[in-house]
């Protein structure tokens, strides 16, 4: 039924979400890599549940490639982050979720969702976006403010309680 190929690869993609959280404040070198790993494991399982719903098309990809292409300029052209050897991982990140977010923004006219499911999977997948472009200066902007850090967990928090929310 749709209902468990949607709610299966959710519940999935929240749980790598919660690795990607614990891995990230491990006191290893390689966190970051591993927190970026899990989440675009948890994106690709978001991505999973929202074409169950509805296929990909020509559209999303169309769109995919656009953001892709305006991301990967602003990660290029903007000379004030240090990736220090990430950016392919950074670059590889956004595709994913570009993808994830497009994709939830395309279940508009859905009629298998109720609209309050439907805005929640939206919002959620926006916020984690959102949070997510906010960690790209958190983690490599030098001297970036502190409250940057702040808005950056709220908006993620409130992304993921927002997708998991979908499920009721």
């Known amino acids: 039924s749709a209902s468990i190929e949607y709610s299966l690869p959710i519940i999935i993609g929240l749980f790598f979400g919660l690795l990607g959280d614990v891995a990230i404040i491990l006191p290893i070198s390689s966190s970051f890599i591993l927190g970026a790993l899990s989440f675009a494991i948890?994106?690709?399982?978001?991505?999973?549940?929202?074409?169950?719903?509805?296929?990909?098309?020509?559209?999303?990809?169309?769109?995919?490639?656009?953001?892709?292409?305006?991301?990967?300029?602003?990660?290029?052209?903007?000379?004030?982050?240090?990736?220090?050897?990430?950016?392919?991982?950074?670059?590889?990140?956004?595709?994913?979720?570009?993808?994830?977010?497009?994709?939830?923004?395309?279940?508009?006219?859905?009629?298998?969702?109720?609209?309050?499911?439907?805005?929640?999977?939206?919002?959620?997948?926006?916020?984690?976006?959102?949070?997510?472009?906010?960690?790209l200066f958190v983690k490599f902007y030098p001297n970036c403010p502190e409250i940057l850090n702040s808005l950056s967990l709220i908006t993620y928090y409130t992304g993921q309680a927002l997708i998991a929310l979908s499920l009721s």
């Open 42 to 135: 948890g994106h690709l399982f978001f991505i999973k549940a929202f074409t169950a719903l509805n296929p990909l098309c020509k559209k999303d990809f169309f769109l995919i490639t656009i953001s892709f292409l305006i991301f990967a300029l602003f990660i290029i052209k903007f000379k004030y982050f240090d990736f220090n050897n990430l950016l392919p991982v950074v670059l590889i990140y956004g595709l994913i979720i570009l993808t994830m977010v497009i994709k939830s923004i395309n279940l508009l006219g859905n009629n298998v969702l109720r609209k309050i499911q439907l805005y929640t999977i939206i919002l959620g997948s926006v916020l984690f976006t959102i949070s997510d472009f906010i960690l």
